[in-house]
């Protein structure tokens, strides 16, 4: 599988995590213990949503790794720029 690591449309989402929703879940609401029918039911129902927000949050995941990657090629390449400068200013210098 190959990445492409330049910009994508994911890079326009909000960083702040406006997108992603807590929720509280009560199992048994007014202490009714429900039948083991119910129980799977939301269990099910349960999976299936954590399902679904797993297989939205992959996108995310993917355009966070990109953006680490494409931060981590421009700290080299300012290293790589620092470094050729030290240079040329030593060699300026020595003369």
Do not use: W
């Not at 995941?61 to 030290?86: C, G, N, P, Y």
């Amino acid at each position: 599988m190959e990445l492409d690591y330049e910009d994508s449309e994911f890079d326009e989402e909000s960083e702040k995590g406006d997108d992603i929703k807590e929720t509280h879940s009560e199992l048994y609401p007014l202490g009714i213990i429900p039948d083991e029918h119910t129980l799977q039911g939301r269990n099910t129902n349960y999976i299936c949503s954590l399902e679904e927000e797993v297989a939205n949050l992959k996108p995310r995941l993917f355009t966070t790794e990109a953006r680490a990657v494409r931060a981590e090629q421009k700290e080299d390449e300012i290293t790589r720029e620092m470094s050729e400068l030290v240079e040329l200013r030593v060699r300026h210098f020595s003369i």
